[in-house]
């Protein structure tokens, strides 16, 4: 685990540990991308907007591969079961479509979203391009906010 952590610092690899940080947290899996975004443009603070598209690529691509878990897992329970599972959740998704996605940037529910989406075999490209709007407003307000709103709230 160490070389890994060592190989991802930030100082060295920092456009690609966002990268990897922000794919990875659009997952199901529990991990927030913010902190990477923000530490690598308080070291560096010309990679302001280098940094928020290449987290927003990464959070949308981990959206993308969590639409298709959500359509691999339907496709799966479909077979299994034979019926569909039919709630209110799902019939306000159904309703919205792909633009839903666009809430794909909120903790908690975000990523979930991500997958139901794909679940409900919403279309794919149309989901991503919502997905990809909602989560560069999330880190370009996010990463301003810190830096500019509260620029003293983290110095040594």
Same mark, same amino acid.
Request: proline share 8%.
């Given at each position: 685990?160490?070389?890994?952590?060592?190989?991802?610092?930030?100082?060295?690899?920092?456009?690609?540990?966002?990268?990897?940080?922000?794919?990875?947290?659009?997952?199901?899996?529990?991990?927030?991308?913010?902190?990477?975004?923000?530490?690598?443009?308080?070291?560096?603070?010309?990679?302001?907007?280098?940094?928020?598209?290449?987290?927003?690529?990464?959070?949308?691509?981990?959206?993308?591969?969590?639409?298709?878990?959500?359509?691999?897992?339907?496709?799966?329970?479909?077979?299994?079961?034979?019926?569909?599972?039919?709630?209110?959740?799902?019939?306000?998704?159904?309703?919205?479509?792909?633009? *839903?996605? $666009? %809430?794909?940037?909120? @903790? +908690?529910?975000?990523? =979930?979203?991500?997958?139901?989406?794909?679940?409900?075999?919403?279309?794919?490209?149309?989901?991503?391009?919502?997905?990809?709007?909602?989560?560069?407003?999330?880190?370009?307000?996010?990463? *301003?906010? $810190? %830096?500019?709103?509260? @620029? +003293?709230?983290?110095? =040594?």
């Amino acid at each position: 685990m160490q070389p890994l952590l060592a190989a991802l610092a930030l100082p060295q690899y920092g456009l690609s540990t966002v990268f990897v940080v922000a794919t990875v947290s659009a997952t199901l899996l529990p991990l927030g991308s913010e902190a990477a975004v923000f530490g690598l443009v308080k070291l560096n603070p010309h990679l302001f907007w280098p940094a928020v598209l290449v987290a927003t690529a990464g959070n949308t691509l981990g959206g993308a591969i969590s639409w298709w878990m959500g359509y691999g897992a339907e496709t799966l329970y479909e077979r299994v079961k034979h019926k569909r599972f039919e709630g209110h959740a799902l019939r306000w998704l159904e309703r919205l479509g792909p633009k *839903a996605c $666009l %809430l794909s940037w909120l @903790p +908690g529910v975000g990523d =979930p979203l991500c997958a139901v989406a794909g679940w409900l075999k919403l279309p794919f490209w149309p989901c991503v391009a919502y997905m990809a709007i909602g989560k560069f407003g999330r880190y370009v307000t996010m990463t *301003a906010a $810190l %830096l500019w709103v509260f @620029p +003293g709230a983290f110095n =040594p």
